[in-house]
């Protein structure tokens, strides 16, 4: 009866060991593998967006339908987005200070649902008669569908 | 004086122990080499892929975001850096036009790729490739037979048109 019972806990022991010891590998070798060039990549990729936009005067029409089309153009289709456009003005000719425009502001899709999203923000300038006229921040969101 | 018969079976082992150990230390070798062989080529495989992957990002950022160095590189022979815009992601098409008349030697010295290769390409929204003075816009060797490949596709502007660069690493 001894005999059996220290054999079956020195077994248990050594499976429990083992059992550690094989499940430590495969967490470890899974975690290698998460693509860690994936969020960097999607991240180049909204910048490349935002730049693109804003030196094509996109952004700077601030007129969401048309902004939207642009975004589902350039876009990879395995990538979903939120846009959010804060417009400000000068309080004064100075310019010494910015107040948000009420009504100007851009949204577009904003109650999608993020998933582990990537932001890239952009600034930008619109001029009327060769003065500033708005400055806004542009925010893209952007996470895989 | 003579041992009793459980006196001399003490500590032996029997043919059936010696079996049952003999198998699972079979079992637990062949299932380490298993493993070892596993996170071998998965660690190889990964590293390979991160190389070609940072490449290809390294790569495209190098020719969207830099006018190259010399600034003027189109016009000299001793071309230090490739760059392929005058401003942020704004794609010229004189330097464009003279990296496709480039040989593909001198490409990858300029971009400073040496154990991989890689294909470049402009094309626009719809996916077909723009045409440069009657020429497709694309240089570099396609990755036909290749394992690993890695495309990174990036946005930029060229002649007042948002297109796609791709830079394709392979090995």
Known sequence: MKKGFFFSLDTALAVIVATVLIIGTFFNLSKGQEDVFGRLYISKIANDVLITLNKNKTLDTLDSALIKNRLNDILPDNLAFKLNITVYECDSSTCQKFNVVSGKNVLINPDSQEIDSITAKRSFLTFENNQIKYFSVAELRVWLR | ?171
Do not use: C
């Not at chain 2, 230390?25 to 080499?33: G, S």
């Not at chain 2, 240089?139 to 490949?149: E, H, Q, R, Y």
């Open chain 2, 1 to 171: 004086m003579g041992l009793s018969s459980s006196n001399k079976l003490k500590g032996q082992f029997t043919t059936t122990e010696f079996l049952m150990i003999v198998f699972v230390l079979i079992f637990l070798i062949t299932l380490a080499t298993v493993i070892w062989n596993t996170v071998g080529k998965t660690i190889g495989e990964k590293t390979v892929k991160n190389e070609l992957q940072s490449a290809a990002i390294d790569i495209s950022d190098q020719l969207l975001k830099s006018q190259g160095l010399p600034t003027d590189w189109e016009g000299t022979s001793k071309i230090y850096s490739l760059g392929l815009v005058v401003g942020d992601h704004m794609i010229d098409e004189g330097k464009l036009r003279s990296m496709l008349n480039l040989p593909y030697s001198q490409i990858k010295s300029s971009l400073g790729i040496k154990t991989y290769e890689f294909y470049f390409k402009i094309v626009n929204l719809s996916g077909n490739i723009i045409q440069v003075d009657g020429k497709n816009a694309e240089v570099g060797l396609k990755p036909d037979t290749a394992s690993n490949i890695v495309n990174s596709r990036r946005i930029a502007i060229l002649n007042n048109q948002i297109v796609y660069a791709d830079v394709i690493t392979w090995r």
